[in-house]
């Protein structure tokens, strides 16, 4: 079984900043895809960035230019790395990892979710 574990929300003022983490575990998995979504009370989640194998990332129109996503493959992790922060940033933010796990006869490509972290931008 895969668990996802986010760390770095938090309180920050107007144009602070946060770094997210998502620490991935289990045995035999390959991360493929990294990707960040945020929830606002009321509101649908939203996917903010995404970050494949090859390094190709994606953002959010809202978050382009202020948010960087990255990964660790060695340490099976990502990070989402926010900038210039904003109050309608504030929302509970989701890791999710789309891991390949290798089973011995076959391989099997999974989405998994973390339980998400609050980040709260207010002066």
């Known amino acids: 079984q895969v668990q996802l574990v986010e760390s770095g929300g938090g309180l920050v003022q107007p144009g602070g900043s946060l770094r997210l983490s998502c620490a991935a575990s289990g045995s035999a998995i390959t991360i493929d895809k990294w990707r960040w979504y945020r929830q606002a009370p009321g509101k649908e989640r939203e996917l903010v960035a995404v970050?494949?194998?090859?390094?190709?990332?994606k953002y959010d129109n809202s978050v382009r230019g202020r948010f960087t996503i990255s990964r660790d493959n060695a340490k099976n992790t990502g990070h989402l790395q926010m900038n210039s922060l904003r109050p309608e940033d504030t929302a509970r933010y989701y890791c999710?990892?789309?891991?390949?796990?290798?089973?011995?006869?076959?391989?099997?490509?999974?989405?998994?979710w973390g339980r998400g972290t609050q980040v709260t931008v207010s002066s």
């Open positions: 999710n990892a789309q891991v390949e796990i290798d089973y011995p006869d076959f391989v099997s490509t999974q989405d998994f």
């Open positions: 970050i494949d194998k090859d390094e190709d990332r």
